[in-house]
Every structure is written in C-alpha cells, then in structure tokens.
C-alpha cells in the first residue's frame, strides 16, 4: 500500500523532546522539501525490533528507500524504520497546571471529584482549547538499570474515585528499589499513595491513586522499576478488569 502525490513543505521543527522528525515510508510521487529541524531528539532507552531489523534510533530526516519514491531534500538518509509504536518514545503527558488553566481551576476540582462530567469534553470545550496542544509533552521514561528484585503489579477496587495497586515482589532474595517508580493515568503524571521506597523479599505493599479517577475506561502506565514498565486497563467503577 502507497500513498501518492503529496507535498509536504515549510515545516519547522522545534524543542527538547522530539523523538523522530520527518519520516517517510510507503510513499510514491511525494516531495518533501523545504522543511527546518531544529529539534534535539532523544534516544531510545530500549532499541527496537522490527522482524528482526533493529530500528534506527531517532533523527531529524529518515526515509524508507524500499518503500519511498518522490522528490526528497538532501537531509534525508536510509533508516531502519519500523511501526508507530517503534518510533520512542510513544508516551505523552499533560500537566495538571495546564488543565486548570484551560478549563479554571474549579472546573477542573469538580471533575476530580467526580461532579464536574468528562475531562476530555471539557478541554474540547474549553474557550481557550486550542492551546491544548502546548500542554503536552514527550515523557521521558526513567533510566533502567539491572534491577533487583521482580515486581508485580495489580490494579484493585478503591472507593470512592481511586484505585488501589497491589505490588508484589515476587523474588525470595533481592530487594526491589522503588523509588524511580513514576505512575502516568491516561497521559498525566500521578503519585500513588503509600508507596515505599523499597520492596523486601516476597513483600507486598498497597499503595492509592486518588487524582483524575473518574468514572470510564482508564489506561494506567508504569515505569522506572522492575520489570521496567507496563500498562494496565481499568473501568471505574471496575466493571471489567485486566
């Protein structure tokens, strides 16, 4: 599959966080010229794999010459491409100072405490939402080093408006350090509640996150300690879990 024809032109690129730039695959007759990079990429913390392929790490200009055809500006280099999820980091996050700007602070307690409706139609709504986009940030996950120890994590029924993580370590030796854990429910940075910052042998600990749990679907991420990350799916008031 190819999509034909385009021109993509006088584009400028800019700031601290950008993870791929201009890329192009699965092209044919497109131009691509006249475009600015001014942007610091970061650099995968793992690499990716596409069929066996490691994909290039982030860059301003990469195009696919197996799958691309069209008229390219000299900055453009052969890259290792893979999916849209390959392109790292994939995880963005808002603050919660720039909500409250954007909605007014007491829009947004209501909210939180479950009286106020959606978060999302409410930014949609918001006078001032079209600088929605300037709230937003590529999250830098933490570093990961070897770590001890081997976390499980489980999300659980908590009333009202929170949800309670049970954390298990499931090694009968190590210690696992928690103190990089960092929590994102649905692309915001959130603490959890009663965390330690360690997790002896076979101990488990539980620990709540009681901001921006309101009712519906809610995607929780984890990162920064064992076993790196992951996510967990969750609809308060926990109707169905995973």
């Known amino acids: 599959l ?7 032109t006088g584009n400028t690129l800019m700031g601290d966080h950008m993870a791929y730039g201009f890329v192009v ?4 007759d497109w131009t ?3 475009n600015v990079d001014l942007s610091t990429h970061l650099t995968p913390v793992v690499v990716a794999d596409c069929f066996g392929n490691v994909v290039d790490a982030p860059a301003g200009f990469q195009f ?3 799958t691309s055809s069209g008229t390219f500006q000299a900055e453009f280099e052969a890259a290792v491409l ?6 790292w980091p994939f995880q963005a996050v808002i603050t919660e100072s720039c909500i409250r700007d954007l909605i007014g602070a007491e829009a947004l307690a209501e909210i939180k405490a479950g009286k106020g409706g959606d978060l999302g139609e409410a930014l949609e709504a918001a006078p001032n939402g079209e600088r929605l986009d300037q709230c ?3 999250y830098t996950p933490p570093d990961f080093p070897d770590f001890a120890g ?4 489980e999300v659980r029924p908590c009333a009202p408006l929170c949800a309670e993580l049970k954390l298990t370590n499931e090694s009968e030796t190590d210690t696992a350090d928690l103190r990089g854990a960092e929590f994102l429910l649905d692309d915001i ?3 959890c509640q009663g965390l330690p910052a360690s997790l002896g042998p076979g101990e488990v600990v539980l620990c709540t996150i009681e901001d921006f749990v309101i009712p519906g679907l809610h995607v929780l991420n984890w990162y920064g300690f064992p076993a790196g990350g992951g996510n967990w799916f969750f609809t308060y008031p926990f109707e169905e879990e995973e």
């Open 82 to 87: 893979g999916g849209t999820r390959d392109m």
């Open 150 to 153: 081997n976390v499980g994590l």
């Open 32 to 34: 691509v010229t006249g």
């Open 189 to 191: 940075l959130v603490s």
């Open 2 to 8: 190819r999509s034909r024809g385009a021109i993509v």
């Open 64 to 66: 696919d010459p197996m």
């Open 136 to 138: 937003f940030s590529i």
């Open 25 to 28: 695959g699965g092209v044919e």
